[in-house]
Every structure is written in structure tokens, then in C-alpha cells.
């Protein structure tokens, strides 16, 4: 049971428009959410985060919003730029009675940055 | 560069075999991850500690272990390989163990096991 969802596969958009990455989540207990982006054979990096007490959070050209009622957060990048292609990935984590960090990861999204 | 050190960067090895990944975290990371990335599952969560201590547990199978020395570096432990094993292996760090202190991952160990 897949409890993050990254529906898209792949996204191809034109340098200087804006990518929009969508993510799901099932379960109401993750209470913290992040991006990270990955390029081939590299570790994933920290894009940017949020809590649940937000609905958004802004760090340069990323912007992620959050849809707590329809457990949806998505990721805008604006403007898109070629160096920006890589694949990216919706994580969740929560608070279980001071556990620690565990990240639920979505499946990915390649986005792909056309000059 | 993340900061973090994972070695070997490739393995191949035999079913039935075992072998041991290695992580150095960041400088001044106390907390360290194990995460597997397979084909047919994506990154998936299996073990943390913190300071020396395991601190949560994901869906990691029996036969694998891990443990954090004294000097912070991690190890993990994987025994009687499957086909199915193979994988990349990452490794990640954080300062805190808590979810607000974002995950720096090395390279990964790409494991195959044939």
C-alpha cells in the first residue's frame, strides 16, 4: 500500500515556464513534508519542506504548497531551467511517540527542462 | 557533495553470500539512515540510529543488521543474499533525529547480486 503517490511519471516542460509536481499521501498521521531531487547516480538532495501547520513555503524559484483536506502538496518551479532536470521525490515523515525520522518516499517524477 | 561517504560504490556478489556497506556521515551528524532503492519499490525506509542507538525501524528483513560505532560511521550488514537483494543502498545523515532536520544522502552502494 503506497501511502505517498507521485502520479506522473515524467514531466517535460519549456525552459523559463512554470513545472508543477503533484504528490498524494493516505495516511493523516505525517505531519512534515519535503522534496528531493535527484540526479543520476548521485544521492538525493533537500529541496525544500514544509509542516502541517502551513499551507505554504517558498525558497527562491521553489514553492511548495500543501492541501491538508486533500492530503496533496505539490512542488512549482519557477522560472523552470535545463539544470533543473533531474527526478524528483515527495517524502513524508510524522511524530510516533518521539520515533525517530522516518521518511515515506513517493515513487518520483522525472522532470525534463527543453531549452 | 553531500558530505557523506558510502563505500564500496559497486558490489556484486553471489546468492547465499553476505556482505557489509559502509557509511561515514556528514562532520557533526549524529543521526544516521539506511534507505534501499529497488526497481520495482523505490526508496524505502530501513533502519536509523542516533548516537550509537537504533532509533527506528522500517521494513528491514531479518537477515540484514546495521549499527552505528562509536566514531559515528555505520555499517550495514547484509547475509544469505537473494537475487532479489539487489539494489542501491543509500545512506543518509541528519544533525537531529527529529523530522524537521533534512536527510543528506551519499552516493549509494549499487549491490548486485547474481
Known amino acids: 500500500d503506497q501511502q505517498v503517490k507521485q502520479n506522473s511519471p515524467s514531466l517535460s516542460v519549456q525552459e523559463g515556464r512554470i513545472s508543477i509536481l503533484n504528490c498524494d499521501y493516505t495516511?493523516?498521521?505525517?505531519?512534515?513534508f519535503l522534496w528531493y531531487k535527484k540526479y543520476p547516480a548521485e544521492g538525493p538532495t533537500f529541496l525544500i519542506s514544509i509542516s502541517s501547520i502551513k499551507d505554504k513555503n517558498e525558497d527562491g524559484r521553489f514553492t511548495v504548497f500543501l492541501n491538508k483536506s486533500a492530503k496533496h502538496l505539490s512542488l512549482h518551479i519557477v522560472p523552470s531551467q535545463p539544470g533543473d532536470s533531474a527526478v524528483y521525490f515527495c517524502a513524508a515523515s510524522a511524530v510516533y511517540n518521539n520515533a525517530g525520522n522516518m521518511l515515506t518516499f513517493g515513487g518520483g517524477t522525472r522532470l525534463m527542462v527543453k531549452p | 557533495d553531500s558530505g557523506v561517504t558510502q563505500t564500496p560504490k559497486h558490489l556484486i556478489t553471489a546468492t547465499g553470500q553476505r556482505v557489509t556497506l559502509r557509511c561515514s556521515p556528514r562532520?557533526?551528524?549524529?543521526?544516521v539512515y539506511w534507505y534501499q532503492q529497488s526497481l520495482d519499490q523505490g526508496l524505502q525506509f530501513l533502519i536509523q540510529y542516533y548516537n550509537g542507538e537504533e532509533r527506528a525501524k522500517g521494513n528491514i528483513l531479518e537477515r540484514f543488521s546495521a549499527q552505528q560505532f562509536p566514531d559515528l560511521h555505520s555499517e550495514l550488514n547484509l547475509s544469505s543474499l537473494e537475487l532479489g537483494d539487489s539494489a542501491l543502498y543509500f545512506c543518509?545523515?541528519?544533525?537531529?533525529?527529529?523530522?524537521?532536520?533534512?536527510?543528506?544522502f551519499g552516493n549509494g552502494t549499487r549491490l548486485t547480486v547474481t
Open positions: 543518509a545523515s541528519s544533525v537531529d533525529p527529529g523530522v524537521s532536520s533534512p536527510l543528506h
Open positions: 495516511n493523516s498521521m505525517f505531519d512534515y
Open positions: 562532520s557533526g551528524d549524529l543521526s
